[in-house]
């Protein structure tokens, strides 16, 4: 007997029915953000006290250099990675295909970089228009962390490198690798793809990106859910901030005020 559900909806019953049970659970979430946050602190304040002690260096030369900035943001990396790592994948015996880094056909991920391509002056747009609404001056409010210096070499190369490479896998890994696949299993994909991209935009700070950043967030929940395969999200993430980076720091070159 027919059950009255869609061809599309049958097809994704059945790569549920045919997905393992995600055994990473909120205790071991609690423990990833508990242990890891502290311990990011711990070692930008040792990178502070070393340059104070050591080299005589105010903290306000400190917090606004570049070499701070490309520190921590490196700092940030490897502390979500080690987190996932080691408080799920190695606490669950679960490996990196496990945990979503699975073989994915080349279709979706051209129609990642495609997609990514299309959003950018989309939330572009978004978020300007919300900076309006709150009264905000228009401009980047990360631009004081991604180039406190201003531009240079250095600067443009470590963050393309850790913001437009090495933060999306780490990102994407978490967010959606395991928070999103976590509420997915509790509250189902809609309430998953929502709360997860909450917590994605409120990860960022600054109020004033947070609309376009959660907007981000749905996308690339989606993407992971329809493909199955978080290659997908990471390319989408990492050719949107990428391109995002590049045209930060070309206007910043060509003496914008960004």
Known sequence: MEDGSSPLQQAEDE??????PFPITLLDVALMVAVGVPVLAL???????TAKVLFGRPSADIFGSQDFTLFAATVQVAVMVGAVRFFGLQRRAMSWRDAGLSPVASKWIWRAVLLAVVCIPLIMMVTVGFQKLLGRPVGSPQARF????????TGAGGMLLLGGLAAPFAEELFFRGVLFRLLRRYWGVAAGVIVSSLLFGLSHVFVEVMPGTVLLGIVMALLYQRSGSLWVPMTFHAVYNSASLGIFFWLLAAGVEV
């Open 15 to 20: 790569r549920a029915a045919a997905t393992p």
């Open 43 to 49: 070692i930008c304040a040792a990178y502070v006290l």
């Open 146 to 153: 991604i180039a406190p210096e201003g531009f240079s070499w």
